[in-house]
């Protein structure tokens, strides 16, 4: 999975592939966790 910084403050939203429909298409929902450390390093962001 490819890791992209984008700064844009102190958040983190996250899209995730949870399966796929009875059609084959991919199901998609969005997580966002707020007061992300600004200073805090990629790896560590990562690894949540």
């Not at 992209?4 to 991919?26: I, R």
């Not at 007061?35 to 805090?40: D, E, L, Q, R, S």
């Amino acid at each position: 999975m490819a890791v992209t910084k984008v700064p844009a403050g102190a958040a983190l939203k996250l899209k995730l592939n949870t399966g796929t429909d009875g059609s084959g298409n991919p199901i998609f929902r969005t997580k966002s966790l707020s007061n992300v450390k600004p200073t805090a390093a990629d790896a560590d962001i990562v690894r949540l």
